[in-house]
């Protein structure tokens, strides 16, 4: 049986490492999965999961979604595969009021939640496309339908996936790609652990 190819971005933690996991340990072996996450190092979580039980169903690569060499080479290492599905999972968060969210913090949420999406589909998309088959699946959040208290950078960076989202899928139907938005509520993973936080110094509201 032709396994399903599937490459994962953020595997690191979290829904990320889940689905990775939960792909390759897959009894039936229908699945090759390309796990990836910017720090190879945090991969021993994920064998550490699998117990070192699926060694043709998993491979660990690193991908950085913020940096465009990152995403070539790892384009290059699955090119000649049949890339059946794209997972664009890797994001963060930043939580705090608005006032007290720099610059750089905001720029650094906007490049790893819309543009790493962006820059990772367009990375495997020619391939979809020349094979006119394909599924994107693109990890949103419920703070992209609706705005949450102190979460205004972070909802306002799933909003625009959202939008990304919704005009993409209406131009690949012709290619047979389908895209998939997935909008989670709470999980229980590291996210909130891993949030972005503003330094309150100099802020009324503490």
Do not use: W
Not at 169 to 188: D, M, Q, S
Request: hydrophobic content about 40%; proline content about 4%.
């Amino acid at each position: 049986m032709e396994r399903t190819t599937v490459l994962i971005t953020g595997c690191s933690s979290g829904i990320g490492l889940g689905l990775a996991a939960r792909l390759a340990a897959d009894t039936t072996r229908r699945f090759k999965v390309y796990a990836t996450m910017r720090d190879l190092a945090k991969g021993e979580r994920l064998l550490e999961r699998l117990g070192g039980c699926c060694p043709d169903t998993l491979e660990l690569l690193q991908l950085d979604v913020t940096d465009p060499c990152s995403l070539a080479a790892a384009a290059q290492r699955v090119q000649g595969q049949r890339l059946d599905v794209l997972v664009c999972n890797a994001g963060v968060g930043l939580m705090g009021p608005l006032e007290t969210c720099s610059d750089q913090a905001m720029k650094t949420l906007f490049d790893v939640n819309l543009f790493g999406a962006v820059r990772t589909i367009q990375a495997f998309l020619p391939a979809m496309k020349s094979r006119r088959a394909g599924r994107i699946i693109v990890s949103s959040s419920i703070g992209g339908l609706q705005g949450l208290p102190f979460n205004a950078v972070y909802c306002a960076s799933k909003f625009a996936v959202e939008g990304l989202c919704e005009s993409l899928a209406i131009v690949l139907r012709p290619f047979n790609i389908h895209l998939t938005l997935v909008e989670c509520g709470p999980v229980h993973t590291s996210f909130l652990a891993n949030l972005q936080r503003p330094d309150p110094e100099g802020s009324e509201m503490r």
